[in-house]
């Protein structure tokens, strides 16, 4: 097996990093000064290496760093495989897994709102890997003012030594700012903010929520919703079905934030929707699993909020409310583990201390008493004819 170099190559600014992983393809990404072509080196360990040449995808705007992609398909499921990235400057040695097709369980780390919290975002991102986790998913503001260094030392830098392992689904969030940036360090699938992807019984949507503050986004907005549609259509057999987003649709907290409960949320209702993970509201906040008549009837959304990798988080009370079950004002992170009808999620402090733990439970597809019981009516959190459109 291949023993990870200490360091990446000093040309290499930014990873490598993992994205956009299946049961047999996986991109492995990286950034670095320059615009030479590079060589990647992959296989599963006793098995003869396959070499491919990777030439720079595009040039990072406003500096003199290139962005490199190589897409390596035809792997073997749920495998773990070595990999050694050549370039100019050294080498460097990592490895990943690709996706188990039909696993019994599997796990899974969510977190958002790093900002310039760079130590706390070192220390979290440290105690992910004694999660076994397949992947992480962060719901945005990797930044504070959205251009490249930014991301390279408020986000890359600070979990570099887990990227290069740990697959890496990212959302934009508001302080992602025009998302020009955004768009030049990752690989987004099809090019869009907005994106799905699936393990075992579980399928996984990563929206953007920021379209509302840029008139120009209006008709992105749009087409997110009809996309959003019929991606929950097309995933009606999923068992479970989990919607990242930056902006809350509910919040106790100071801002109120109601992303979607106007438009997008009755959707993600009639979809099937089982959990929403955002961010935003710095801290932790999570409600009771809710039910709209005639929308969800029997199949509540639990929301929560996790907005604790590094962003200030202030003394501010949150509001009282019968919805309310847990709430913390600490530095945080979820791993979330799934054995078929039954998803735990654990919300872990920054010295993993446990700060909230919850079931959900299904049986042949439908909740069991112990989420139903829990569960409100959605129209009672609020006057719905007050709230701000998505579509701005």
Same mark, same amino acid.
């Given at each position: 097996?291949t023993t990870p170099s200490p360091t990446p190559p000093p040309d290499v600014r930014v990873g490598p990093f993992l994205q956009n992983p299946s049961t047999t393809d996986m991109t492995v990404a990286w950034i670095r000064s320059g615009s030479e072509e590079c060589s990647l080196r992959y296989g599963i360990d006793g098995r003869a290496p396959t070499s491919v040449k990777?030439?720079?995808?595009? %040039?990072?705007?406003?500096? @003199? ?13 749920? *495998? ?13 040695? @990592?490895? /990943? ?7 019994? #369980? ?26 076994? $986790?397949?992947?992480?998913?962060? @719901? ?13 030392? /408020? ?6 030594? &887990?990227?290069?392992?740990? %697959? ?18 990752? !690989? ?25 503050? =840029? ?5 992105? &907005?749009?087409?997110?919703y009809d996309w959003l549609e019929a991606d929950l259509a097309a995933a009606a057999r999923a068992t479970w079905k989990i919607v990242m987003h930056h902006e809350p649709s509910y919040d106790l907290g100071w801002r109120k934030d109601d992303w979607g409960r106007k438009d997008f949320l009755p959707l993600m209702r009639r979809g099937g929707v089982d959990l929403t ?11 009771? %699993? ?9 199949? %509540?959304?639990? =929301? ?12 501010? *009370? ?7 079950? !847990? ?7 979820? $791993? ?26 299904? =049986? ?24 701000? #459109?998505?579509?701005?």
């Open positions: 097996m990777v030439s720079p995808l595009r %040039p990072i705007e406003e500096s @003199s760093d290139s962005f490199y992609a190589a897409r390596l398909t035809g792997l073997q499921p749920g *495998t773990r495989h070595d990999y050694t990235l050549s370039t100019p400057g050294g080498e460097y040695s @990592s490895y /990943f897994r690709t996706f188990p097709e039909d696993p019994a #369980s599997f796990s899974f780390i969510y977190y958002g709102d790093n900002k310039s919290g760079h130590d706390m975002h070192r220390k979290l991102g440290r105690l992910f890997d004694q999660h076994a $986790p397949w992947f992480a998913m962060h @719901s945005g503001d990797m930044t504070d003012h959205g251009g490249y260094e930014e991301y390279r030392t /408020f986000l890359f830098d600070p979990v570099r030594d &887990v990227i290069d392992h740990l %697959p890496f689904f990212p959302g934009r969030g508001n302080h992602e700012g025009d998302g020009k940036a955004y768009r030049q360090v990752f !690989c987004l699938p099809g090019g869009e903010t907005w994106y799905s992807f699936d393990l075992g019984g579980a399928h996984f949507v990563v929206l953007d929520t920021t379209g509302w503050r =840029h008139a120009w986004e209006k008709d992105d &907005v749009r087409r997110m993970f955002s961010g935003h509201a710095h801290g932790y906040q999570r409600l009771r %699993p809710m039910i709209a008549a005639g929308e969800n009837d029997g199949h %509540p959304i639990t =929301h929560v909020i996790s907005a604790g990798a590094g962003a200030a988080i202030g003394e501010r *009370t949150l509001d009282e409310s019968p919805f309310l079950v !847990c709430q913390a004002r600490r530095f945080n992170y979820v $791993p979330v583990t799934i054995e078929g009808g039954r998803l735990t999620a654990r919300v872990l402090s920054d010295e993993d201390e446990l700060l909230d733990e919850f079931v959900l439970e299904k =049986h042949g597809g439908s909740y069991a008493p112990s989420v139903l019981d829990q569960a409100l009516p959605a129209e009672d959190y609020g006057d719905p004819d007050s709230l701000r #459109s998505a579509f701005g």
